[in-house]
């Protein structure tokens, strides 16, 4: 694939735009991606809806944190490789710093005012989810076919729990698209923009497979703590699909059943890492920083961190050459169809579990939330404005 020649500005807006979203974009993978809707699709039009949504479902299905997958793929298009670190850069260490601080003795958020700060930081959540359900559900289901395949999203990611049930919710989207959505006429989709060539892809499918074999051999031959927290992160990076939440089980076998860092010391880092913005992984740099046998706390965050990112950014690097090319056949236009529409059912059921049910606890918190949803798509307010106004409304309707 040619290479886009990028402006030079170029890197610093995405570097800028994805700190303010690293700094604000609070409540989960799910709400990420709708402050990435408001910001990149709505705001900045850096991308169409279709496009966008072709993007989710693709990270949706790959293994690895898929909102950062999302945003690394969008830096990517917009400034090259060097676009793609400062968008994984800007949006993951705001979060991961605050991590490192409360590793190292610096706890914040205690006390009411700081508590009421994080419960309107979650209603925030609601408005930002619920906007993107409204937007995209008008582009991506606009006839009962896709209405239809939605509700069935919503319907499979209910009824399978956990992180199985999203995989499950776009491969009955996928099914039903290919089956019901060829009549659907659209116009064909445009090229989505990946500087990446297709050798550098297969070298990158080919470093995730490696890693992922070589890194567990290594450890075993070589007494080396570094080698071993490598292999241990990067594992956990490559084998979890919905990224989140889900990837906490897997670090706790390999963190605290190991003795590196105690179970008291990880639920505390689990309740840290709810409470600042940007993706869940960077419980990693947490992690990391708190482990005995590493000594160095900085080091120990910045290689617990990057080794779990590391898997999910390659093997979407080893995909994105070929998507373009995957996405104009017939046949895969009425999967993305399907597809597409299962994610906005996915995003409806996130909606309700876990956004609604852990923000709205009464009539203070949904009005809240309605104001928040009114003043995206009413008044047009960026994310940001709206997230600073609601953690204040989350600070009085506390006390």
């Excluded at 917009?78 to 706890?107: Q, Y």
């Excluded at 989709?189 to 499918?205: C, D, E």
């Excluded at 990837?247 to 689990?270: I, K, N, R, T």
């Excluded at 923000?359 to 600073?388: D, H, Y």
Aim: charged share 10%; proline share 6%.
């Amino acid at each position: 694939m040619t290479e886009v020649t990028r402006p030079p500005g170029r890197i610093l807006e995405v570097f800028r735009a994805f700190l303010l979203l690293g700094l604000t974009s609070f409540g989960g993978p799910i709400a990420h991606l709708g402050y990435f809707r408001a910001e990149f699709v709505t705001r900045r039009a850096w991308l169409s809806e279709r496009d966008y949504a072709d993007l989710v479902a693709l990270c949706q299905f790959l293994p690895g944190p898929a909102s950062s997958q999302v945003g690394f793929a969008l830096g990517l298009m917009r400034g090259g490789p060097w676009g793609a670190a400062a968008a994984w850069a800007a949006f993951t260490l705001p979060s991961a710093l605050l991590l490192v601080l409360f590793a190292l003795g610096a706890a914040a958020f205690e006390g009411p005012l700081g508590q009421g700060l994080i419960h309107g930081l979650k209603v925030v959540a609601v408005a930002i989810v619920a906007h993107a359900v409204w937007g995209m559900a008008r582009n991506l289901c606009p006839d009962r076919v896709r209405a239809g395949i939605a509700l069935a999203a919503v319907l499979t990611a209910v009824l399978v729990v956990g992180p199985l049930g999203q995989v499950a919710a776009i491969l009955v989207g996928v099914v039903a698209g290919l089956l019901l959505c060829r009549a659907h006429t659209e116009p064909d989709r445009g090229t989505m923009h990946f500087p990446v060539s297709s050798w550098a892809g297969r070298l990158a499918g080919l470093g995730v497979a490696g890693l992922l074999v070589g890194l567990p051999l290594l450890a075993w031959l070589t007494p080396s703590t570094t080698l071993a927290v490598m292999d241990a992160f990067y594992r956990a990076g490559a084998l979890v699909f919905g990224g989140g939440h889900v990837v906490l089980p897997l670090l706790e076998a390999e963190v605290v059943q190991s003795g590196w860092v105690g179970p008291d010391a990880f639920l505390a880092g689990y309740g840290a890492a709810q409470a600042v913005p940007g993706p869940l992984f960077t419980f990693a740099a947490y992690l990391g920083a708190v482990m005995a046998p590493l000594g160095l706390p900085l080091v120990g965050a910045a290689l617990a961190l990057v080794m779990i990112f590391l898997p999910g950014l390659l093997l979407l690097v080893a995909v994105l050459p070929f998507w373009n090319r995957l996405r104009r056949w017939d046949s895969a236009q009425s999967l993305m169809r399907g597809a597409n529409a299962a994610v906005v059912g996915i995003l409806g059921a996130a909606l309700y579990q876990p956004v609604w049910t852990s923000a709205i606890l009464g009539p203070r918190e949904f009005a809240l939330a309605l104001t928040g949803f009114l003043l995206l798509s009413v008044w047009k307010l960026p994310a940001w404005a709206v997230v600073t106004l609601l953690a204040g409304g989350g600070v009085l309707v506390s006390l």
